[in-house]
């Protein structure tokens, strides 16, 4: 949604959606909105609460029946599992996507995550299209009269049709953009401590592949599942910049992820914002 500076900051029931890389502040600037009036709606927690629930419920047990005393307890249906996901407790989702690589080093196959990862763009665009109700069921149901959509840091990978078009109906889209000290501070941290990542499938079959030939490798079952992670987060960032880059000139508008260390509160917040319209 394209709107004025002063349309926004009269806009009786406010809607926003930050896109960005993980790691930016998305949830840093959802944290100082009031509680009382804000409805903070999280992609990632839909994602791992409604769409993928019982697939990471079925990860779980998968691994749990690999020990005999768990397998007879839970063949007789002794005991039961529930992953305790919230806004900012989401590894059961990433733990679910999982690395590609060498099983014995926790590693999966190349087609097992694969389905993973599809599985889990169309629970994205699924938890995307949910905003909309979302929206109604906040003022109807929970009385917040404002709404923010906390976005997962691969929303940009998809397309226009999918995602764009229906957010720009409902939302101002406000793009985190990261400088060049971000994006390094954000590789390092991957590389100290590599998370699973969702990948466009185009992306992750080239990278793979010259990953492959650049170690020497023949399958990808050799992987370093880690390894891989450290050496493509840099060439994740590269490639997502450009697309998120599109979608606010298109669609919405660009802040300066940095100013998220000069925001205090919901004005401070709201006065950022202004300022790019």
């Not at 903070?40 to 019982?54: F, N």
């Not at 699924?126 to 709404?147: E, M």
Request: aromatic residues 10%; contains cysteine.
């Amino acid at each position: 949604m394209k709107i004025s500076r002063q349309k926004f900051q009269q806009w009786p029931n406010k809607v926003i959606t930050l896109m960005g890389m993980s790691g930016v502040g998305k949830t840093t600037l959802a944290g100082v909105l009031s509680k009382e009036t804000w409805f903070h709606y999280s992609a990632d927690y839909r994602i791992g609460t409604r769409y993928l629930k019982e697939p990471i419920l079925d990860n779980i047990k998968r691994h749990a029946l690999q020990q005999p005393f768990l397998r007879d307890l839970i063949l007789s249906d002794s005991i039961s599992f529930r992953s305790n996901i919230t806004f900012q407790h989401l590894k059961p989702v990433s733990t679910f996507l999982g690395k590609i690589g060498n099983p014995a080093m926790g590693g999966s196959s190349l087609e097992e995550f694969k389905r993973r990862q599809r599985l889990h763009r169309e629970a994205e665009i699924q938890a995307i299209r949910d905003v909309g109700p979302f929206i109604d069921k906040a003022r109807s149901l929970y009385d917040r009269p404002h709404f923010l959509n906390d976005t997962g840091g691969s929303i940009c990978e998809l397309t226009d049709e999918e995602v764009w078009d229906e957010l720009s109906k409902h939302s101002v889209i406000i793009y985190l953009r990261a400088d060049k000290g971000m994006e390094q501070m954000l590789i390092e941290r991957a590389q100290a401590d590599p998370k699973p990542l969702y990948y466009d499938e185009a992306f992750l079959d080239y990278h793979v592949e010259k990953y492959l030939k650049k170690n020497g490798l023949g399958h990808t079952d050799e992987m370093d599942p880690d390894d891989f992670v450290q050496w493509v987060f840099p060439h994740l960032i590269a490639h997502r910049r450009p697309l998120y880059e599109r979608i606010a000139e298109e669609y919405g508008y660009t802040v300066d992820a940095g100013k998220v260390l000069t925001v205090n509160n919901e004005q401070d917040m709201l006065a950022l914002i202004s300022k790019a319209l």
